[in-house]
């Protein structure tokens, strides 16, 4: 079976997390678009200084260069039966390009899971992951415009994928395998009913 889907949440939601689960559970890879950002601001290159400039700020990188991103990374042999993406779409022009470039794919998307979390404990989330990590663009400050811009930005393409009989929407609070299985049983009952 086949499965291309969205993971969508706020930042410290378990995204990132839950991808990695789900793309073992459905032999797809997760394509997140913040590791592949990290990548290149660790290894200095020309994007990774870019993209740096946006997100020391807490800022989100451009969209001409994200699309671009995309559109390279599901064209490969590894994501043509299946994919998850996380990190991306971001607002409602991201969404109209992946449409359009899962469309020169002649694919649509199965499913968009949304992980929820309260504001509270996703600071607190993203709060830890900074000192565990030592990411320096995990400010607070940052952190907070981070979580403003997905509220005003992302949150309403929920409300979007809702109406296509897309969402799938799971509490992102609890321990990994719990919130794991949630994703899986919901998500199976999904694509089942999108398969009849």
Not at 7 to 19: D, L, N, R, S, V
Request: avoid cysteine; aromatic fraction near 4%; glycine fraction near 8%.
């Amino acid at each position: 079976m086949t499965a291309r889907l969205v993971i969508m949440g706020p930042q410290g939601a378990g995204k990132g997390t839950q991808a990695a689960r789900l793309a073992e559970h459905l032999a797809v890879p997760a394509i997140s678009t913040g590791d592949i950002f990290r990548a290149n601001i660790k290894g200095g290159t020309p994007l990774g200084e870019l993209a740096q400039s946006y997100t020391a700020r807490g800022e989100l990188v451009p969209d001409s260069v994200t699309n671009d991103m995309v559109r390279d990374r599901l064209a490969q042999a590894d994501a043509a039966e299946g994919f998850i993406l996380d990190g991306y779409p971001r607002n409602a022009a991201q969404v109209a390009e992946l449409d359009a470039i899962l469309a020169g794919h002649e694919v649509a998307l199965d499913a968009v899971v949304e992980l929820t979390a309260d504001r509270a404990e996703l600071l607190e989330r993203l709060r830890l992951r900074a000192q565990v990590e030592g990411r320096e663009d995990d400010t607070e400050e940052s952190i907070a415009r981070r979580l403003d811009i997905y509220d005003e930005q992302t949150a309403p393409l929920t409300a979007a994928y809702a109406e296509r009989g897309l969402l799938v929407r799971i509490d992102g609070i609890g321990e990994i395998d719990e919130v794991a299985d949630r994703i899986a049983v919901a998500l199976d009952d999904a694509l089942a009913h999108r398969a009849v």
